[in-house]
């Protein structure tokens, strides 16, 4: 059974930094697209990043473009995936939760999306 691990969340102050990781257990990795989705207290998930199964392509919510940065090295430990977050912002203070699934990116952002493996989810705080 694939599982998807996360680590990394905690307390930053705003302008601050944090980098979350997402391990998938699965051997069979490589049709795998990974992404975060993240949920803040009284609003709806929304879909944060997510990089292709080979890392080619990456996509951003508009809110944290220039800010955040996934990344995979997919010739090294392509079941591992990073999430680095920088300026980081009160806005940005959610529950963060990476998701493995072996479909299209565009897929992902689908409103009612709820395919592949989803992690137990990690807390991000930004305080001022």
């Known amino acids: 059974q694939v599982q998807v691990l996360e680590s990394g969340g905690g307390l930053a102050q705003t302008g601050g930094s944090l980098t979350l990781s997402c391990r998938i257990s699965s051997r069979d990795f490589s049709s795998y697209a990974m992404a975060w989705f993240r949920r803040a207290p009284g609003k709806e998930r929304e879909l944060v990043a997510v990089?292709?199964?080979?890392?080619?392509?990456?996509?951003?919510h508009n809110s944290v473009k220039g800010r955040f940065t996934i990344s995979r090295d997919s010739d090294n430990t392509p079941n591992l995936a990073f999430l680095q977050m920088n300026d980081l912002k009160a806005e940005d203070t959610a529950v963060y939760y990476c998701?493995?699934?072996?479909?299209?990116?565009?897929?992902?952002?689908?409103?009612?999306?709820?395919?592949?493996?989803w992690g137990q989810g990690t807390q991000v705080t930004v305080s001022s």
């Open positions: 990089i292709t199964w080979s890392g080619g392509a990456t996509y951003y």
């Open positions: 998701n493995a699934a072996s479909v299209a990116p565009a897929e992902m952002y689908r409103g009612d999306y709820e395919s592949g493996v």
